[in-house]
């Protein structure tokens, strides 16, 4: 059951994500391509130089610590040149560290910042100063590209121009994070470990994978992959799917080549696809069977119409040439297309057809909004109607009429909006889900795009396209039960992909385990930094 208080809070927020869209394509081809290479514990630890230069600018005297400022170039930069902002290539960080260790070992933590984490100061005073007091840890604060210092100009808080920029983030903070450890161990620091909370959560357990030695990794809630939250989470509500939509079915890119370099674990995407997929293969057949449904709904009321007084049969007439017209309009545009061999799926999209009048009222067979589709079980919605179709009633209501009892003479698609998951013979023993996204998805083009969504999520940030880290034992993930920004109902576990993981659960929601649950996420890096040394440096 999502929290109630998770679905309040962000409905209150003005924060909206990917305001421009998905990306330019061609970066997203790079980011796909470079995933591979980044997922992969042994070529990615060949993208840090293990002497990666870092400066230190500031040290400050707190007493019983002190505080370093430092920055250093993000390696990102030499392999993804042009997708980083300017503003976010130099990557800043505070080391606080204790001026006596109260052992021969020095324990640092690094800390990834969630969504909304700009500068220092939050994860300072909540997480970084008391593990010192209480555990005598030590803490780096990594600022995120794209946040605070390295926020670019043109963004307005958190909002992310683009949902590539989430990946290019990703990318950075793997890369950052290899050179930070590095560092450290130059600077005597160690054993290290990592952590974040929500959206940190999950940078740190990508960062974790391709660390070549025992880490310790608390992701505090967060899961297995990214999909989830912009799809089935309270935060898919803060997105512009009309947008999302309109950018993925003007370039065929995304359908073609984009989506067959996805790659998800889970194993269903494939066949959610295939739902949108299926009616863009077959478009001209498919608009061919509606029009045989609409000659045999002219048919019926021609026949019924002939015993109507004058008054009502005029009107039929009228109603009946109006929908003939349609029929022929269509035939037309979809014969158009085959002359020309084309793809009339773009333009269909794009372009009104006809918007058939009677009287003062009119029924809208537009297919930008696939309202022909729409009502012989493609979707869940009713056709559109004019603002005074009222006044068309009885000609409106019989070919609504009609469309429903023909709706078992269309091969419906298997899976329809809500389709069951099929899951990977890894998960065979998980319980079976249906997919249910956050928001209401009114369309099948609009399904398409939160299934791509789905698909890109998975491909960039599913921990089952990474590698395992070296030892799972370490690894302490704290979720929330009830989170309504970070679904874990049809996700792969997070302790199945490692095993031998631990998973503690907090019977509330997403932010109130932010607010209340601070004590609880310390001891967990607590306890696991306590493993790695009675483990390894007993």
Same mark, same amino acid.
């Given at each position: 059951?999502?929290?109630?208080?998770?679905?309040?809070?962000?409905?209150?927020?003005?924060?909206?994500?990917?305001?421009?869209?998905?990306?330019?394509?061609?970066?997203?081809?790079?980011?796909?391509?470079?995933?591979?290479?980044?997922?992969?514990?042994?070529?990615?630890?060949?993208?840090?130089?293990?002497?990666?230069?870092?400066?230190?600018?500031?040290?400050?005297?707190?007493?019983?610590?002190?505080?370093?400022?430092?920055?250093?170039?993000?390696?990102?930069?030499?392999?993804?040149?042009?997708?980083?902002?300017?503003?976010?290539?130099?990557?800043?960080?505070?080391?606080?560290?204790?001026?006596?260790?109260?052992?021969?070992?020095?324990?640092?933590?690094?800390?990834?910042?969630?969504?909304?984490?700009?500068?220092?100061?939050?994860? +300072?005073? #909540?997480?970084?100063? !008391?593990? @010192?007091?209480? *555990?005598?840890?030590?803490? /780096?604060?990594?600022?995120?590209?794209?946040?605070?210092?390295?926020?670019?100009?043109?963004?307005?808080?958190?909002?992310?121009?683009?949902?590539?920029?989430?990946?290019?983030?990703?990318?950075?903070?793997?890369?950052?994070?290899?050179?930070?450890?590095?560092?450290?161990?130059?600077?005597?620091?160690?054993?290290?470990?990592?952590?974040?909370?929500?959206?940190?959560?999950?940078?740190?357990?990508?960062?974790?994978?391709?660390?070549? +030695?025992? #880490?310790?990794?608390? !992701?505090? @809630?967060?899961? *297995?992959?990214?999909?989830? /939250?912009?799809?089935?989470?309270?935060?898919?509500?803060?997105?512009?799917?009309?947008?999302?939509?309109?950018?993925?079915?003007?370039?065929?890119?995304?359908?073609?080549?984009?989506?067959?370099?996805?790659?998800?674990?889970?194993?269903?995407?494939?066949?959610?696809?295939?739902?949108?997929?299926?009616?863009?293969?077959?478009?001209?057949?498919?608009?061919?069977?509606?029009?045989?449904?609409?000659?045999?709904?002219?048919?019926?009321?021609?026949?019924?119409?002939?015993?109507?007084?004058?008054?009502?049969?005029?009107?039929?007439? /009228?109603?009946?040439?109006?929908?003939?017209?349609?029929?022929?309009?269509?035939?037309?545009?979809?014969?158009?297309?085959?002359?020309?061999?084309?793809?009339?799926?773009?333009?269909?999209?794009?372009?009104?057809?006809?918007?058939?009048?009677?009287?003062?009222?009119?029924?809208?067979?537009?297919?930008?909004?696939?309202?022909?589709?729409?009502?012989?079980?493609?979707?869940?919605?009713?056709?559109?109607?004019?603002?005074?179709?009222?006044?068309?009633?009885?000609?409106?209501?019989?070919?609504?009429?009609?469309?429903?009892?023909?709706?078992?003479?269309?091969?419906?698609?298997?899976?329809?909006?809500?389709?069951?998951?099929?899951?990977?013979?890894?998960?065979?023993?998980?319980?079976?889900?249906?997919?249910?996204?956050?928001?209401?998805?009114?369309?099948?083009?609009?399904?398409?795009?939160?299934?791509?969504?789905?698909?890109?999520?998975?491909?960039?940030?599913?921990?089952?396209?990474?590698?395992?880290?070296?030892?799972?034992?370490?690894?302490?993930?704290?979720?929330?039960?009830?989170?309504?920004?970070?679904?874990?109902?049809?996700?792969?576990?997070?302790?199945?992909?490692?095993?031998?993981?631990?998973?503690?659960?907090?019977?509330?929601?997403?932010?109130?385990?932010?607010?209340?649950?601070?004590?609880?996420?310390?001891?967990?890096?607590?306890?696991?930094?306590?493993?790695?040394?009675?483990?390894?440096?007993?």
């Amino acid at each position: 059951m999502v929290s109630r208080v998770d679905q309040i809070y962000r409905s209150i927020l003005l924060t909206k994500f990917f305001v421009r869209g998905w990306g330019k394509p061609e970066n997203l081809r790079r980011i796909f391509a470079f995933r591979k290479i980044l997922s992969n514990r042994e070529t990615c630890q060949q993208l840090v130089d293990k002497n990666h230069q870092v400066t230190i600018n500031k040290e400050v005297d707190n007493g019983d610590h002190l505080l370093l400022e430092a920055e250093f170039v993000s390696p990102f930069v030499d392999h993804l040149p042009g997708l980083l902002p300017k503003e976010s290539e130099k990557a800043t960080f505070q080391l606080i560290f204790p001026k006596v260790w109260r052992t021969r070992l020095k324990p640092t933590c690094l800390h990834l910042a969630g969504t909304g984490d700009h500068g220092f100061w939050r994860r +300072k005073m #909540l997480m970084a100063k !008391p593990l @010192l007091d209480e *555990s005598g840890i030590a803490s /780096v604060i990594l600022e995120n590209p794209f946040y605070g210092s390295r926020k670019p100009k043109d963004q307005l808080r958190s909002s992310l121009h683009n949902v590539s920029d989430l990946f290019v983030m990703g990318g950075c903070l793997v890369l950052e994070s290899m050179a930070i450890f590095h560092w450290c161990e130059r600077m005597g620091f160690g054993p290290l470990g990592i952590t974040g909370i929500s959206m940190g959560g999950h940078m740190a357990s990508l960062a974790a994978t391709n660390w070549p +030695k025992p #880490l310790p990794l608390i !992701p505090c @809630l967060s899961w *297995s992959t990214a999909s989830g /939250v912009f799809t089935q989470g309270v935060m898919s509500g803060a997105i512009n799917w009309e947008m999302l939509k309109n950018q993925y079915f003007s370039n065929e890119v995304f359908r073609d080549e984009l989506f067959n370099m996805i790659q998800s674990p889970e194993g269903h995407f494939p066949v959610y696809h295939e739902v949108g997929q299926k009616f863009v293969r077959d478009f001209p057949g498919s608009l061919s069977h509606v029009e045989r449904l609409m000659q045999d709904q002219v048919g019926e009321h021609e026949q019924k119409n002939e015993n109507v007084s004058g008054s009502n049969h005029t009107r039929s007439e /009228v109603s009946d040439s109006g929908l003939k017209y349609d029929i022929r309009n269509a035939q037309n545009i979809r014969n158009k297309s085959k002359l020309h061999g084309t793809n009339p799926v773009p333009q269909y999209y794009t372009d009104t057809m006809h918007s058939a009048s009677s009287g003062g009222g009119s029924i809208s067979l537009s297919l930008p909004r696939f309202n022909i589709l729409q009502s012989v079980g493609f979707s869940k919605s009713k056709i559109s109607k004019g603002p005074s179709s009222q006044t068309n009633k009885p000609a409106s209501e019989n070919i609504l009429i009609g469309y429903r009892k023909a709706k078992s003479k269309v091969s419906k698609p298997v899976h329809e909006f809500t389709p069951v998951g099929i899951r990977p013979k890894k998960a065979a023993n998980t319980k079976t889900v249906k997919f249910e996204p956050y928001m209401e998805v009114k369309d099948t083009l609009t399904w398409e795009a939160v299934q791509f969504m789905r698909g890109v999520m998975d491909e960039c940030t599913h921990l089952g396209n990474f590698s395992v880290p070296v030892d799972p034992s370490l690894v302490i993930i704290v979720a929330a039960e009830n989170d309504g920004y970070m679904p874990r109902d049809g996700i792969i576990p997070l302790t199945e992909i490692w095993p031998g993981s631990e998973l503690r659960t907090l019977r509330t929601g997403h932010v109130t385990a932010y607010l209340f649950n601070h004590r609880v996420f310390r001891q967990a890096i607590t306890d696991s930094f306590d493993r790695v040394i009675g483990k390894y440096h007993s």
